[in-house]
């Protein structure tokens, strides 16, 4: 199918994201000013190694792109949608209603409400329709990446030792810190 997904766009459009190989994970988000904490989901995927490609999705600015995005994500090979947005924050509940996938949502930090408004807006969605909701701003955007790594790692035995070794080094870190 003819989609915008498939215009090349130029190189820094990709936010640094991998895209030699078939993503496995959407990470979207509403706005480009969303960017700032939405790459640190992008960050901890590339850590881990999992294809995945970042777009700009809008519900309210690009409704029809938003559609076309969430109807075609599972045919298309993606297997986990990671829903950034903030303010009156819709774009994830509008995405999981879409599609099969499984549809996380992270909250971003609002300048007017420091993100409780997109925490609400994502968090009530109605019985029938999930979307699993992350913490406010970049803990929540990496932890959203975790979690999707989680789920690939049910069928991914190398995933599943690169959580061990994840979950083992955070925790040597910790354990090595200092107070002053
Ligand atoms: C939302 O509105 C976006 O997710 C963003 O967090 C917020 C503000 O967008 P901009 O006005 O910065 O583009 O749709």
Redesign the pocket.
């Known amino acids: 199918t003819d989609g915008p997904w498939h215009v090349p766009f130029p190189a820094s459009d990709y936010h640094g994201c991998m895209n030699t190989q078939q993503p496995l994970v959407g990470v979207i ?6 960017w700032e904490t939405m790459r640190h989901a992008a960050e901890m995927l590339t850590h881990f190694g999992v294809p995945h490609e970042c777009r700009v999705v ?1 519900a ?1 600015r690009t409704p029809q792109w938003m559609c076309e995005y969430a109807a075609s994500a599972e045919q298309r090979g993606l297997a986990v949608i990671i829903a950034g ?3 009156a ?1 819709h ?1 994830p509940g509008m995405v999981a209603s879409q599609t099969v996938l499984p549809v996380l949502g992270v909250p ?1 930090q ?1 300048r007017a409400l420091s993100g409780l408004d997109s925490l609400l807006s994502i968090v009530q969605m109605p019985g029938g329709i999930p979307v699993g909701t992350l913490a406010i701003g970049e803990a929540g955007a990496k932890n959203a990446a975790l979690l999707a790594v989680r789920m690939l790692a049910v069928n991914d035995d190398k995933l599943r030792q690169q959580l061990h070794d994840f979950h083992r080094e955070q925790a040597a870190k910790v354990m090595q810190d200092t107070l002053p």
């Not at 988000?29 to 969303?34: A, E, L």
């Open positions: 988000m509403g706005s480009k000013s969303d809008s309210h947005a903030g303010g924050a774009l971003v609002s």
